[in-house]
Antibody, heavy 125, light 107 residues
């Protein structure tokens, strides 16, 4: 059974870097059929896509966050990671990692079909 | 940038039909996906590729598409369907966009 689990600090100071890792179990991350993504949700607000990565390392980022984010993949550990620099209180959110189906033949992203449980990251001094 | 617009809230009585729309601001429209999110839980995929229903999702959930508007329909709404619903689509460049979400209240 495929599972995704986020891990990382729950509290980050303003101006510092938020770092999270998503560990995938039950399936290999090394597949051309899926991208792996990060989505966040500020308290009481909607979902916001952060970015996605393919097993090869190809990435797509939300243009509004692109200057501050890096998403990387470690296929040997079956993990992918998020780094968000220069955080402020507006980056306080539940951060989800999720699997994104990829139609390789049509170069099309499809659904987020499997989600982690999410982890709350608070930005505060 | 590509945007998806949803009504903030929809209210229906048990047994009635709920319709939640998601309007794209541009063509060509890519496929749309719908997620249900209950408090404290991760989103759950309920409709993919505009009209398809994943296994395990009740038949009362259906999707339709017309032009730039896609609709999630829940027939015979039950109390357990009360949740936030989000649409998701993307452009051909790999960007993912979510709608603002719709809170479904079962009266």
């Amino acid at each position: 059974q495929l599972q995704l689990q986020e891990s990382g600090p729950g509290l980050v100071k303003p101006s510092e870097t938020l770092s999270l890792t998503c560990t995938v179990s039950g399936a290999s991350i090394n597949s051309r059929d899926y991208f792996w993504g990060w989505v966040r949700q500020p308290p009481g607000k909607g979902l916001e896509w952060i970015g996605s990565i393919w097993f090869s390392g190809n990435t797509y980022y939300n243009p509004s966050l692109e200057s501050r984010i890096t998403i990387s993949v470690d296929t040997s550990k079956n993990q992918f990671s998020l780094s968000l620099t220069s955080v402020t209180a507006t980056d306080t959110a539940v951060y989800y990692c999720a699997r994104l189906e990829y139609d390789f033949n049509n170069y099309r992203m499809d659904a987020f079909d499997i989600w982690g449980q999410g982890t709350l990251v608070t930005v505060s001094s | 940038s590509y945007e998806l617009t949803q009504p903030p809230s929809v209210s229906v009585s048990p047994g009635q039909t709920a319709r939640i729309t998601c309007s794209a601001d541009a063509l060509p429209k890519q496929y749309t996906y719908w997620y249900q999110q209950k408090p404290g839980q991760a989103p759950l995929l309920v409709i993919y590729k505009d009209t398809e229903r994943p296994s395990g999702i009740p038949e009362r959930f259906s999707g339709s598409s017309s032009g730039t508007i896609v609709t999630l329909t829940i027939s015979g709404v039950q109390a357990e369907d009360e949740a936030d619903y989000y649409c998701h689509s993307g452009d051909s460049g790999g960007t993912v966009v979510f709608g603002g979400g719709t809170k479904l209240t079962v009266l």
